[in-house]
């Protein structure tokens, strides 16, 4: 275990609910990432986190929210998503910047969008 | 154009056998490159990272090289176990803070 946590692993929604992805690390980490991983398509950062402010917002739109309320948990609320929107959703954490830091991610979330 | 491409897309061999994975860039300013196994249903796990001065750098049985003249990287898989099997991403940093990802290979280990 990397010592960062996500639940639910398996999500199925519908395009009109509304459900919110949890992820939380146990590792004294300031940073945080939301990626989607589509199928054979590279890692697709959505969303960073540096001491609990969004620091970057990759054109993601806005059926996708993401909140920080501390250091060590991050939320993705989702909404009126769409079926394209199926994909695994990784959580990532860092000390501070990836560049100089390895990134350590959780399980992901398998989400489908029927 | 800042992108990454792997070669081969999958890959399958015998338990046992070595194996050598690309990876091939056109990132720059380059910072550094990384890369991560990924296992079926996992999240990505990071196996090595190397800056521009290093040329390789090895983890048990996984040793990357880089050449950062040619752009390029390979990661060497020694004596395969059926743990292997996984997904390789190759991720490189350009400038300080952008992380451009591969697509990865798929590495199928079969006994």
């Known amino acids: 275990e990397t010592g960062v946590t996500q639940t639910p692993r398996h999500l199925v929604m519908g395009m009109t609910n509304k459900k919110s992805l949890k992820c939380e690390q146990h590792?004294?980490?300031?940073?945080m990432y939301w990626y989607k991983q589509s199928a054979k398509k590279p890692l697709e950062l959505m969303f960073v986190?540096?001491?609990?402010?969004?620091?970057e917002n990759n054109s993601v739109p806005s059926r996708f929210s993401p909140e920080c309320p501390n250091s060590s948990h991050l939320f993705l609320h989702l909404h009126t998503l769409q079926p394209e929107d199926s994909a695994l959703y990784l959580c990532?954490?860092?000390?501070?910047?990836?560049?100089?830091?390895?990134?350590?991610f959780g399980p992901g979330t398998r989400l489908t969008v029927l | 154009k800042n992108q990454v491409e792997q070669s081969p897309q999958s890959l399958i061999i015998l338990e046992g056998k070595n194996c050598t994975l690309q990876?091939?860039?056109?990132?720059?300013?380059?910072?550094?490159l990384r890369w991560y196994k990924q296992d079926t249903g996992r999240g990505p796990v990071s196996l090595t990272i190397?800056?521009?001065?290093?040329n390789t750098k090895s983890n048990g049985r996984y040793t990357a090289t880089l050449d950062a003249d040619t752009k390029q990287s390979s990661l060497h898989i020694t004596a395969s176990q059926l743990s292997d099997s996984a997904s390789y991403i190759c991720?490189?940093?350009?400038?300080?803070?952008?992380?451009?990802f591969g697509t990865g290979t798929r590495l199928q280990v079969f006994p």
């Open positions: 990532a954490s860092s000390q501070e910047r990836p560049n100089t830091d390895t990134q350590y």
């Open positions: 986190y540096n001491f609990k402010e969004q620091t």
């Open positions: 991720v490189v940093t350009r400038n300080t803070d952008k992380l451009i």
């Open positions: 190397m800056t521009f001065s290093e």
């Open positions: 990876c091939n860039y056109t990132v720059s300013p380059f910072s550094n």
């Open positions: 590792l004294g980490h300031n940073a």
